[in-house]
T-cell receptor, first 113, second 111 residues
């Protein structure tokens, strides 16, 4: 059973053309995360939501925005993608707390031409 | 800031035990130790976590040193499907969201 679903699996965009990645969950978790993962590196947290409370990591570029219209869905908007934004984007969910595990989607591989 | 150090890669034979080490010498007393793995072209998946005591589950065992400055993930009988990147991660108890990721160990299983 798919629990964290990311669409699309692969996304190609042009330099500077806005792009939106989507994530949905069936776990009813109150925390959702967006991570960026570049080749051979560990995932890097961009931001997270606790319910509707949005939390931006200090070094997340302004070019990245997020929306969470309801518990189940979360979107990542890249306003003007650059070549350096080509990466795997991972969505994850969890309950709140340090003892809680994260559930990841399969990711969206973004290419920027 | 606390961080974790892992070997870049390890090889093991199929159906043999695998011991994946992680050094976290700057760990604070309230950091949880988590392990996730990432199969090729997939998102990371949870493996196991602990605080002070050794832990066992259906996937693996986690052995935590008495001083908590290191830990070892143990796969009791590796299969080809266990070939993945294994991440050792610290999760501070006072943060609900922060994960401090290691660089990961690429585990290669030889048939």
């Amino acid at each position: 059973d798919a629990m964290v679903i990311q669409n699309p699996r692969y996304q190609v965009t042009q330099f500077g053309k806005p792009v939106t990645l989507s994530c949905s969950q069936t776990l009813n978790h109150n925390v959702m995360y967006w991570y960026q993962q570049k080749s051979s590196q560990a995932p890097k947290l961009l931001f997270h939501y606790y319910d509707k409370d949005f939390n931006n990591e200090a070094d997340t570029p302004d070019n990245f925005q997020s929306r969470r219209p309801n518990t189940s869905f979360c979107f990542l908007d890249i306003r003007s993608p650059g070549l350096g934004d080509a990466a795997m984007y991972l969505c994850a969910t969890s309950r709140r707390g340090p003892n809680e595990k994260l559930f990841f989607g399969s990711g969206t591989q973004l290419s920027v031409l | 800031d606390a961080k974790t150090t892992q070997p870049n890669s390890m090889e093991s034979n199929e159906e043999e035990p695998v011991h994946l080490p992680c050094n976290h010498s700057t760990i604070s007393g309230t950091d949880y130790i988590h392990w996730y793995r990432q199969l090729p072209s997939q998102g990371p998946e949870y493996v196991i976590h602990g605080l002070t005591s050794n832990v066992n589950n259906r996937m693996a065992s986690l052995a935590i040193a008495e001083d908590r400055k290191s830990s070892t993930l143990i796969l009791h009988r590796a299969t080809l499907r266990d070939a993945a990147v294994y991440y050792c991660i610290l999760k501070p108890r006072d943060s609900n969201y922060q994960l401090i990721w290691g660089a990961g160990t690429k585990l290669i299983i030889k048939p």
